[in-house]
């Protein structure tokens, strides 16, 4: 299952959209928007299990929406988490994780916005 991360993350590297850095020692991805804001999800796997955590920073709080898209077989369904969170001086925070089966295929999409409605970081391509 790596290997597909390693290709998600090539794909959006070489669009301009990521940097993409993996540790297979680790069995993990991060995939990071460039920019001074970043957001971005961390990938691991784990008995028959991915874990996806998002990330946020900054120096100004705000929300944050992250949407999985799951396919498996002839279906598929999004899954949708949203909320507020406060940033932590420009450290990462966790904005909001999740399971997947490791016989899905999967996109995510990331956003984060200020409280005035203002852009902090937007991740929303979709593989």
Known sequence: ????LNMIAAVFASAGFLAA?????????LLAEAGPTPCYITSSENEGAIY???????EQSGSY???VTQRMGGGGF??????DFIANAGEP??????????EASFSAQLSTWAPDGQA????????
């Open 52 to 58: 996806l955590t998002a990330w946020g920073s900054g």
């Open 21 to 29: 850095v993996a540790d297979e020692s680790q069995g993990e991805v």
């Open 93 to 102: 925070v966790i904005l909001s994780d999740m399971e997947l089966d490791v």
């Open 120 to 127: 902090i970081c937007e991740w929303n391509e979709r593989i």
């Open 1 to 4: 299952m790596l290997s597909k």
């Open 65 to 67: 929406r992250m949407v």
């Open 78 to 83: 999004d899954i949708v988490q949203e909320g």
